[in-house]
């Protein structure tokens, strides 16, 4: 159950944290903030996750946080944002 909850985290935090950079470049307020709201709490997970995993030495899920992390990063390019002016 950990790794899904791991997987889960890192998706949301990498591709909302992509999305808040965007947001936050554009001047898009109300999108930044929900965007960093959804990093700071995906950010508690993965955080006790991923110490606990070096603590443990616990090599899969250090190497699903990281594949899990990239994937975010990906899947948040894929995402146009519409440009207001």
């Known amino acids: ?16 944290r992509n999305l808040n950079v965007r947001y936050t470049s554009r001047d898009k307020v109300v999108m930044s903030l929900i965007t960093s709201m959804a990093v700071k709490i995906a950010w508690l997970f993965i955080l006790y996750i991923g110490v606990k995993s070096m603590i443990d030495r616990d090599y899969i899920t250090i190497i699903v946080f990281i594949v899990s992390g990239v994937c ?8 146009k944002i519409k440009d207001e002016l």
């Open 1 to 16: 159950m950990e790794i899904v909850i791991l997987i889960i985290s890192q998706l949301v935090f990498s591709f909302m």
């Open 72 to 79: 975010g990063d990906f899947l948040s390019f894929k995402i």
